[in-house]
């Protein structure tokens, strides 16, 4: 199994940014492709961002041009820079792979909350 340990969420003003990461326990991180997922109060756990293990990034549209998913696999690390936050990108943020796989243990995840 793989741990995956999520952090750098905080509470931040509309406007502002934030950098997430998710350490991996175990070097086989690499070969993944990696993402990033957010569930807000209520609602189902959406993909916002992904990362293949050659470094190509794709997101979601909510989040796209604000949003920026990178990795560092000699530190088995990946990262979520966050700018221009709004409100509705207030919820817990998650990683793991895309899709999820069982030899990944979903982490519990770092709050995210944009509020003035």
């Known amino acids: 199994q793989v741990q995956l340990v999520e952090s750098g969420g905080g509470l931040v003003q509309p406007g502002g940014s934030l950098r997430l990461s998710c350490a991996a326990s175990r070097s086989i991180f690499s070969i993944y492709t990696m993402g990033w997922y957010r569930q807000a109060p209520g609602k189902q756990r959406d993909l916002v961002a992904t990362i293949t293990s050659g470094g190509n990034t794709d997101y979601a549209d909510s989040v796209r041009g604000r949003f920026t998913i990178s990795r560092d696999n000699a530190k088995n690390t990946v990262y979520l820079q966050m700018n221009s936050l709004k409100p509705e990108d207030t919820a817990v943020y998650y990683c793991?792979?895309?899709?999820?796989?069982?030899?990944?243990?979903w982490g519990q995840g770092t709050q995210v909350t944009v509020s003035s």
């Open positions: 793991n792979s895309n899709p999820p796989l069982p030899t990944l243990t």
